[in-house]
């Protein structure tokens, strides 16, 4: 199990000045944006505006903070992101363009290139301690809530809000939360 600290990721400004990227995990571990094959981060989203091209890129977006997100796409609303709401999956290539409801948001964002990977993403819900088991690479992410106990064959790690373990295999774990939480969870397929 790999601990990604949210607390200690650099924080990159957008090209167009409207919000900022902290970058989770990138595969290859050298890749950039031109040629990865799995990147997923956590952006704050300051201004309204289109999304950049990721043409051959499936994305799945999701909020985790914030007063709603509403994507569209020429002009018409395709769907509106709440926090611990559905996460929406699309073509990077589509020229969509988001409106925030009601200031800043927070959202997390996976992507796979097209013929190389393949992600599927599904939030968790835990009240108490639970199994989890992944057949293959898998990312889980602390979406709400104060901590999480995860425990593994050989490990133990306690995650904090926006924290995330990277699994690279199948992989059996026990969640143990403090309180309610809600968890991301991103399954990724090599090609």
């Not at 057949?135 to 050989?154: C, D, M, R, W």
């Amino acid at each position: 199990m790999q601990v990604i600290r949210f607390a200690d990721l650099a924080a990159t400004p957008w090209k167009n000045g409207g919000g900022i990227t902290r970058q989770l995990l990138i595969q290859p571990p050298a890749a950039n944006l031109d040629n990865f094959t799995l990147r997923i981060s956590i952006a704050d989203v300051d201004s309204d505006g289109p999304f950049s091209d990721f043409s051959g890129i499936d994305r799945t977006l999701g909020l985790l903070s914030g007063g709603g997100l509403c994507l569209l796409e020429n002009g018409q609303p395709l769907t509106t992101l709440q926090p611990g709401g559905e996460l929406y999956v699309f073509d990077g290539g589509r020229a969509i363009s988001s409106q925030r409801l009601a200031g800043k948001v927070q959202d997390f964002n996976v992507m796979t290139r097209r013929g190389a990977a393949s992600h599927q993403a599904t939030r968790l819900s835990l009240q108490d301690e639970q199994a989890l088991h992944t057949s293959g690479p898998a990312l889980l992410l602390l979406a709400e809530g104060e901590a999480l106990q995860v425990t593994g064959s050989s490990d133990q790690q306690s995650l904090g809000r926006w924290d995330a373990l990277w699994l690279d295999g199948a992989t059996e774990l026990q969640l143990q939360p403090t309180g309610n939480c809600s968890l991301i969870l991103v399954a990724v397929q090599p090609a």
